[in-house]
Protein backbone atom coordinates (compact mmCIF):
# COMPACT_ATOMS: atom_id res chain seq x y z
CA UNK A 1 0.00 0.00 0.00
CA UNK A 2 2.02 3.26 -1.10
CA UNK A 3 0.40 6.65 -0.71
CA UNK A 4 1.84 9.78 -2.31
CA UNK A 5 4.01 12.40 0.16
CA UNK A 6 0.93 14.70 -1.31
CA UNK A 7 -1.09 12.54 1.14
CA UNK A 8 -3.34 11.68 -1.76
CA UNK A 9 -5.16 8.62 -1.16
CA UNK A 10 -5.22 5.63 -3.80
CA UNK A 11 -7.97 6.11 -6.13
CA UNK A 12 -9.81 3.12 -5.60
CA UNK A 13 -9.75 2.87 -1.44
CA UNK A 14 -11.69 0.86 0.03
CA UNK A 15 -13.82 1.59 2.99
CA UNK A 16 -13.62 -1.17 5.94
CA UNK A 17 -15.30 -0.99 9.16
CA UNK A 18 -13.33 1.51 11.28
CA UNK A 19 -10.66 0.35 13.46
CA UNK A 20 -11.10 0.19 17.45
CA UNK A 21 -8.94 1.75 19.67
CA UNK A 22 -8.47 -1.92 21.61
CA UNK A 23 -5.23 -1.88 20.06
CA UNK A 24 -3.65 0.63 22.06
CA UNK A 25 -3.38 1.79 25.70
CA UNK A 26 -5.06 5.61 26.01
CA UNK A 27 -1.93 7.28 26.03
CA UNK A 28 -1.00 5.75 22.99
CA UNK A 29 -4.40 6.84 20.61
CA UNK A 30 -3.62 10.10 22.01
CA UNK A 31 -0.14 10.38 20.97
CA UNK A 32 -1.68 9.52 17.54
CA UNK A 33 -4.31 11.68 17.28
CA UNK A 34 -2.27 14.26 18.58
CA UNK A 35 0.54 14.20 16.18
CA UNK A 36 -1.09 15.36 12.73
CA UNK A 37 -2.66 18.58 14.98
CA UNK A 38 0.68 18.81 16.45
CA UNK A 39 2.79 18.76 13.14
CA UNK A 40 0.55 21.16 11.33
CA UNK A 41 1.03 23.82 14.24
CA UNK A 42 5.12 23.53 13.96
CA UNK A 43 5.01 23.44 10.13
CA UNK A 44 2.47 26.39 9.80
CA UNK A 45 4.56 28.16 12.60
CA UNK A 46 7.05 31.01 11.91
CA UNK A 47 10.90 30.00 12.18
CA UNK A 48 14.27 31.27 11.62
CA UNK A 49 14.76 30.96 8.05
CA UNK A 50 11.01 29.74 7.29
CA UNK A 51 8.53 32.09 5.10
CA UNK A 52 5.77 33.41 7.74
CA UNK A 53 2.62 31.44 7.11
CA UNK A 54 -1.01 32.74 6.50
CA UNK A 55 -4.31 31.28 6.91
CA UNK A 56 -3.81 29.72 3.68
CA UNK A 57 -1.27 27.09 5.46
CA UNK A 58 -2.88 26.28 8.06
CA UNK A 59 -6.32 25.33 5.72
CA UNK A 60 -3.75 23.50 3.63
CA UNK A 61 -2.32 21.56 6.66
CA UNK A 62 -6.51 20.65 7.79
CA UNK A 63 -7.08 19.36 4.02
CA UNK A 64 -4.33 17.18 4.27
CA UNK A 65 -5.19 16.12 7.87
CA UNK A 66 -9.20 15.31 5.82
CA UNK A 67 -7.75 13.68 2.79
CA UNK A 68 -7.06 10.77 5.60
CA UNK A 69 -10.48 9.55 5.58
CA UNK A 70 -9.63 8.29 2.04
CA UNK A 71 -6.75 6.76 2.62
CA UNK A 72 -6.55 2.69 2.35
CA UNK A 73 -5.82 2.32 6.09
CA UNK A 74 -7.80 1.26 8.88
CA UNK A 75 -5.27 3.22 11.34
CA UNK A 76 -5.53 6.77 9.30
CA UNK A 77 -9.36 6.30 8.90
CA UNK A 78 -9.88 5.71 12.58
CA UNK A 79 -7.15 8.75 13.18
CA UNK A 80 -9.22 10.96 11.51
CA UNK A 81 -12.67 10.06 12.71
CA UNK A 82 -11.15 10.40 16.44
CA UNK A 83 -9.71 13.73 15.57
CA UNK A 84 -13.38 14.90 13.97
CA UNK A 85 -15.24 13.34 16.65
CA UNK A 86 -13.03 15.02 19.26
CA UNK A 87 -13.44 18.85 17.71
CA UNK A 88 -17.36 17.65 16.95
CA UNK A 89 -18.03 17.87 20.31
CA UNK A 90 -15.78 15.67 22.16
CA UNK A 91 -14.38 16.74 25.52
CA UNK A 92 -11.49 19.29 25.27
CA UNK A 93 -8.13 18.45 25.14
CA UNK A 94 -4.90 19.78 26.26
CA UNK A 95 -4.25 22.14 22.43
CA UNK A 96 -0.21 23.17 23.63
CA UNK A 97 1.55 24.37 21.16
CA UNK A 98 4.59 22.58 20.60
CA UNK A 99 8.34 23.01 19.78
CA UNK A 100 10.17 21.29 16.89
CA UNK A 101 12.11 18.99 19.43
CA UNK A 102 8.95 17.91 21.18
CA UNK A 103 7.45 17.10 18.11
CA UNK A 104 10.13 15.18 16.13
CA UNK A 105 10.36 13.20 20.03
CA UNK A 106 6.61 12.86 19.39
CA UNK A 107 7.20 11.19 16.48
CA UNK A 108 9.30 8.98 17.58
CA UNK A 109 7.40 7.86 20.07
CA UNK A 110 4.43 7.25 17.55
CA UNK A 111 6.74 4.99 15.53
CA UNK A 112 7.35 2.70 18.20
CA UNK A 113 4.40 2.55 19.45
CA UNK A 114 3.37 1.61 15.46
CA UNK A 115 6.10 -0.83 15.28
CA UNK A 116 5.10 -2.60 18.43
CA UNK A 117 0.94 -2.67 17.54
CA UNK A 118 0.05 -1.50 13.91
CA UNK A 119 0.05 -3.58 10.98
CA UNK A 120 2.96 -2.46 8.96
CA UNK A 121 1.10 -1.55 6.23
CA UNK A 122 -1.07 0.49 8.27
CA UNK A 123 1.89 2.31 10.63
CA UNK A 124 3.80 3.25 6.77
CA UNK A 125 0.13 4.76 5.90
CA UNK A 126 0.02 6.91 9.10
CA UNK A 127 3.35 8.04 8.67
CA UNK A 128 3.44 9.03 5.18
CA UNK A 129 0.31 10.57 6.27
CA UNK A 130 1.50 13.07 9.20
CA UNK A 131 4.37 13.74 6.88
CA UNK A 132 1.91 14.89 4.27
CA UNK A 133 0.17 17.17 6.63
CA UNK A 134 3.32 19.09 7.33
CA UNK A 135 4.32 18.97 3.12
CA UNK A 136 1.13 20.14 2.30
CA UNK A 137 1.64 23.19 4.57
CA UNK A 138 5.38 24.10 3.58
CA UNK A 139 4.53 23.95 -0.20
CA UNK A 140 1.91 26.98 0.18
CA UNK A 141 4.58 29.74 0.56
CA UNK A 142 5.35 31.43 -2.66
CA UNK A 143 8.09 29.57 -4.80
CA UNK A 144 7.20 25.77 -2.73
CA UNK A 145 9.00 25.17 0.49
CA UNK A 146 11.96 27.12 1.30
CA UNK A 147 15.47 25.30 1.96
CA UNK A 148 14.58 26.01 5.66
CA UNK A 149 11.08 24.10 5.14
CA UNK A 150 13.15 21.28 3.51
CA UNK A 151 15.06 20.90 6.17
CA UNK A 152 12.51 20.67 8.54
CA UNK A 153 10.64 17.97 6.14
CA UNK A 154 13.70 15.95 6.03
CA UNK A 155 14.50 15.85 10.22
CA UNK A 156 10.16 15.00 10.12
CA UNK A 157 10.51 12.13 7.71
CA UNK A 158 13.80 11.24 9.65
CA UNK A 159 11.60 11.44 12.79
CA UNK A 160 8.73 9.21 11.09
CA UNK A 161 11.18 6.45 10.17
CA UNK A 162 10.43 7.42 6.48
CA UNK A 163 13.90 7.76 5.63
Known amino acids: MSHSVAGE ?6 HAAPLTTAFYSTAEWDL ?4 PGRVLVVAASAAPGRPPRGVG ?5 LDAVAAGRGFDSDLVRAVVAAIYARHDGGAARDERLTDLVDLLAA ?7 LHR ?3 PADSAAYRQWVESVAARVCRTGEGGPSPADRRFLDRLGGAL ?3
Request: hydrophobic share 45%; proline share 7%.
Open 9 to 14: PPAAGR
Open 117 to 119: RAD
Open 107 to 113: CRAAVRV
Open 161 to 163: DLR
Open 57 to 61: AGLAG
Open 32 to 35: LTDL
